[in-house]
């Protein structure tokens, strides 16, 4: 259905619906759709989880032969709106597709690891100190452990924790994926 003259698109999804609106304008409209994803580690109640999620939450790419495919994407159940500008829908670049295809190859996503040094920020997944926020003062990779810098009652106190039940606080994506970093 994708001829010589289709060409990419943003659409935005019903919050946390990017994947489901993806196999949807994939099966019912038989259209290529990119959906990067990372999987990532996550602090909740349960403790660390990993967790796969959008690189763009709320977005997804689509490849249309024919601006009137365009409507029928935007009536796809996941499928909030297509992005615009004014009232025209731009063209994403088939090169910063390829390049983003290029770091997620076979539709996988993209595994995030949290490689932790001195001075970064982390919250404790696990145990006694669960939720508590901390500052890693050395890792200690031999016993699988980390001695991370706590605030106990209004004091620094230094913890040795198991490095399993950390996870760093980031809040970047360039952080993730180094190569986006350069573009």
Sequence with gaps: MNGPTAA?????????????AAANVAARLGLEV??????????????????VEPLFPGYLFVR???VEQLGE????SGISSLVRFGGRVPVVEDALIEELQECFADDAPLEVE?????GDEVVVGEGAFAGMRAYVLRVMPA???VQVLLDILGRPTPV??????????????LECVPALAAV
């Design 8 to 20: 990419w698109y943003c659409a935005r999804t019903k919050p946390k619906h990017e994947h489901i």
């Design 34 to 51: 990119f959906l990067p994803r990372l999987r990532v580690e996550r602090v909740t109640r349960r403790g660390i989880v990993r967790v």
């Design 64 to 66: 249309c032969g024919a």
């Design 73 to 76: 994407v935007q009536r796809v």
């Design 114 to 118: 949290d490689r932790l040094s001195p």
């Design 143 to 145: 016993r699988q452990r």
């Design 160 to 173: 040795e924790v198991h490095r399993q039940s950390l996870a760093v606080e980031r809040n970047s994506v």
